[in-house]
């Protein structure tokens, strides 16, 4: 199998590259090591919410994202992108209007407090997974396969080859390495739309990255693979009924931040013809607080406690939710590695020294959002996977 541009990562600066290429009637195929497409973008409907299929998802239902929610004025390529798409209808924005709460470490509330919301930034009806599932609208069925691993990268002969393995067929074979599930690829150029870390520790370079590259591009931390999101999903807003904004801080945890997560058709408490369609859309959420090695194993403990902390802060009413979900990406083998287990990862803090491999003749290009410039402010942010993409673009253009 030959393509002109191989693209590895299905998430959305992956697809925005593809999205691109198609445009441009540039030969491409895009590999996703998931059986979904979005990576760390993940919305799901209400009444799917504790289900295992990623793929049950409808935009015109109350959606809840579990990965990225928001995005922010002046964040000029997403705006571009959301107009592009035909998505502007679906933007609203971030409810905080209201009281706040502190909880501090001896589990003393108050309340009054202002400045901790996310008010004015942007979110999207049904969630940021309908810009990943239009612009897969866009591009070939056929130029996509998920369910495909790279484990192994050659430059040969002024090539790129690429070995691939099929986790579909693999996970129907007794033998892990059963040869049967590996293929390759053949390319005259190569993305990475993915983590760096997740690239060091899975994939096989030939010839090797130095040893001071592969230091550099593990230093580069992932967005959101240290964190945890909980969802508690209610018949009713009742925070905003006692004047709180639904945003909290919490030093006693498990939750150390807290936010109003209804969807846009529940987000006002004065919207009657909404209520009446509610099914449902209303929510909290909070990122727990509690480093992933901590977390593992302890899915329930920690649901119950996050519903006991909604309860001290909101009132009676937090303790009985209709459904809850909580997404803990430092246990997704294709979002985290061992270095992620630590909450203390943020943002990177560097660019990087060069977006392409020489000895790779300049053919491997990486992208996606840690490798956005981080002077602009935006690695790690969708703002930040949209940048590396364009980015990406010219460098297969020149």
Same mark, same amino acid.
């Given at each position: 199998m030959h393509t002109e541009i191989l693209i590895v990562g299905g998430g959305i600066s992956g697809l925005h590259s593809a999205y691109q290429l198609q445009k441009e009637g540039i030969a491409f195929r895009l590999i996703e090591a998931r059986e979904r497409l979005g990576g760390r973008i993940l919305s799901k409907n209400y009444a799917v919410l504790d289900s295992e299929s990623s793929n049950q998802y409808a935009a015109d239902k109350p959606a809840y994202d579990l990965g990225p929610s928001w995005f922010w004025p002046g964040q000029t390529?997403? &705006?571009?992108?959301?107009?592009?798409?035909?998505?502007?209808?679906?933007?609203? #924005?971030?409810?905080?209007?209201?009281? @706040?709460?502190?909880?501090?470490?001896?589990?003393? /509330?108050?309340k009054g407090f202002y400045g901790i919301s996310m008010e004015g930034a942007y979110r999207l009806k049904g969630g940021i997974r309908q810009i990943i599932s !239009?612009?897969? +609208?866009?591009? %070939?069925?056929?130029? /996509?396969?998920? $369910?495909?691993?790279?484990?192994?990268? &050659?430059?040969? %002969?002024?090539?790129?080859?690429?070995?691939?393995? %099929?986790? @579909? $067929? *693999?996970?129907?074979?007794?033998?892990? $390495?059963?040869?049967?599930?590996?293929?390759?690829?053949?390319?005259?150029?190569?993305?990475?739309?993915?983590?760096? *870390?997740?690239?060091?520790?899975?994939? &096989?370079?030939? =010839? =090797?990255?130095? &040893?001071? *590259?592969? !230091?550099? #591009?593990?230093?580069?931390?992932?967005?959101?693979?240290?964190?945890?999101?909980?969802?508690?999903?209610? +018949?009713? @807003?009742?925070?905003?009924?006692?004047?709180?904004?639904? +945003?909290?801080?919490?030093? #006693?945890?498990? #939750? *150390?931040?807290?936010? %109003? @997560?209804?969807? +846009?058709?529940?987000?006002?408490?004065?919207?009657?013809e909404c209520d009446k369609k509610s099914k449902t859309g209303y929510a909290l959420f909070g990122f727990v607080g509690v480093p992933g090695s901590y977390r593992k194993g302890k899915h329930e403990e920690i649901c119950q406690a996050a519903i006991d902390q909604l309860t001290r802060l909101f009132g009676d009413k937090a303790a009985s939710p209709v459904d809850v979900v909580l997404q803990d990406w430092a246990q997704e083998a294709f979002t985290a590695t061992d270095i992620d287990q630590s909450m203390s990862a943020g943002h990177a803090t560097s660019s990087m020294s060069d977006y392409a491999e020489s000895n790779f003749g300049r053919r491997l290009i990486w992208s996606g959002t840690e490798s956005a410039n981080h002077r602009l402010g935006h690695n790690g942010l969708l703002e930040g996977a949209l940048e590396a993409s364009n980015r990406t673009l010219e460098l297969l253009l020149k």
């Open positions: 390529q997403m &705006e571009k992108l959301i107009n592009e798409l035909g998505l502007n209808d679906s933007v609203f #924005l971030q409810q905080g209007s209201g009281q @706040a709460v502190y909880e501090d470490q001896q589990g003393t /509330i108050q !239009t612009l897969k +609208d866009h591009i %070939d069925d056929e130029n /996509i396969s998920l $369910n495909s691993q790279v484990t192994h990268v &050659e430059y040969l %002969d002024n090539q790129i080859v690429t070995t691939v393995v %099929d986790n @579909a $067929n *693999r996970k129907l074979s007794s033998e892990e $390495n059963n040869e049967e599930s590996s293929y390759q690829i053949t390319s005259n150029k190569i993305v990475f739309a993915l983590p760096t *870390r997740i690239a060091m520790s899975a994939i &096989e370079f030939t =010839p =090797p990255l130095s &040893e001071s *590259r592969v !230091t550099e #591009l593990n230093s580069y931390s992932t967005w959101m693979a240290g964190h945890a999101k909980f969802i508690a999903v209610y +018949d009713s @807003a009742f925070w905003l009924e006692q004047g709180l904004s639904g +945003d909290a801080v919490s030093q #006693l945890g498990p #939750l *150390r931040e807290i936010h %109003d @997560a209804s969807t +846009d058709a529940n987000s006002s408490k004065d919207n009657k």
